[in-house]
């Protein structure tokens, strides 16, 4: 079979294409023919060496594909049947802990930039009912880390204030669901262009951040005064201020990212003060996937998928992915 994997010490130039002996699935697991996987920032930090890893490594965390062979004493799943993988395989249900955290595709374990996987078939959920291949790749990182951050953690309710920053997956996905929800969306960016086609995603309200650099009182303005219920926050220490000013008394902040920053300074007294909940969010479980999945197709939503590359042009999806020119995701067909 063919794979892409990445020599050490890593970087996007150690991205090779080679072939391998094809996998079998042993007892408790399913071989998968993968059709699509699609890039996270955590899969371009694997790739450009920022996390370091074993030489040979196939990245890749996000698979979708068809099951091709089922190994001794799989029941849930049969031939033929289209699957989705899960960042943490071993994360059930429940909330986080460090044995649920392992096993991440394409670090822990070698991934899914490779045309055959043959993994536990716990390891996977169902795909969406309607969804190509490409679609549902995009979903495992990205749309879960949405799903938990809204549903799960900030527990949204119809009429709610949200935040969303940029255009990234996990952005649009918190879009996409705090409008299904019922809640109204003030978005940002430092794009007029991409805040256009916010727009048409359903946000209710735009903020260009570099024409106005104290976006949070914007927000708080938009509001009423009182401010948002929930920011997806994937800045980090370089926005977190901002988002703070934005949120209402005993709002909620979802840190998803540290795209501005891994430290900074932080107001901490205004976070208290204002009895703001700031939560940590690292994807989600095999439950809020098959959730989330459930709310995909009874409500219609369709991932925005930005461009697509072959397996080949790994190393050129991400030097695409890393010039920031994407509106949605990125996705790799195999």
């Known amino acids: 079979m063919k794979v892409a994997a ?7 130039d150690k991205i090779v294409i080679e072939e391998r002996t094809d996998p079998v699935a042993g007892s408790g697991q399913i071989l998968v023919k993968v059709k699509a996987s699609s890039l996270n920032f955590h899969d371009f930090a694997v790739a450009a060496g920022m ?7 196939i990245p890749m965390s996000d698979g979708a594909g068809e099951v091709v062979a089922l190994g001794e004493g799989v029941t849930e799943f049969a031939v033929g049947d289209s699957v989705l993988s899960l960042f943490f395989p071993t994360w059930e249900s429940g909330g986080p802990e460090l044995s649920k955290l392992i096993g ?15 993994m536990p078939a716990s390891a996977f959920t169902r795909a969406p009912k309607g969804y190509s291949m490409e679609e549902a790749a995009t979903l495992p990182c990205a749309a879960l880390t949405a799903w938990r951050a809204l549903m799960t953690e900030a527990q949204i309710k119809p009429g709610d204030w949200v935040l969303t920053q940029g255009t990234g997956g ?8 705090a409008k299904a929800a019922g809640c109204r969306v003030i978005a940002t960016s430092s794009s007029n262009e991409k805040l256009g086609k916010l727009k048409a995603l359903g946000a209710d309200h735009l903020i260009n951040y ?3 650099p104290d976006w949070g009182v914007k927000a708080k303005e938009l509001t009423g005064g009182v401010g948002v219920d929930e ?7 370089g926005t977190l201020g901002q988002s703070i000013t ?16 891994f430290a900074g300074e932080v107001p901490t007294a205004q976070l208290f003060s204002q009895n703001i909940t700031l939560k940590g969010i690292t994807v989600g479980s095999k439950r809020e996937q098959e959730d989330m999945i459930r709310g995909i197709e009874v409500n219609g939503i369709k991932p925005m998928i930005s461009d697509s590359f072959p397996l080949d042009q790994l190393k050129d999806a991400f030097q695409h992915q890393a010039a ?9 067909t195999i």
Do not use: Y
């Open 210 to 212: 570099k024409e106005t």
């Open 51 to 57: 996390i370091p890893n074993q030489d040979g490594r």
């Open 246 to 261: 934005a949120c209402r008394i005993g709002g909620h902040i979802s840190l998803i990212g540290v795209l501005a920053g």
């Open 104 to 118: 991440v595709p394409g670090d822990h374990v070698d991934g899914f930039a490779a045309e055959l996987v043959a």
């Open 170 to 177: 996990v952005s649009i996905f918190a879009l996409q669901f």
């Open 6 to 12: 990445i020599q050490q010490p890593g970087g996007l």
């Open 324 to 332: 920031q020119k994407h509106f949605g995701k990125i996705v790799i």
């Open 231 to 237: 920011v997806v926050e994937i800045g980090g220490a």
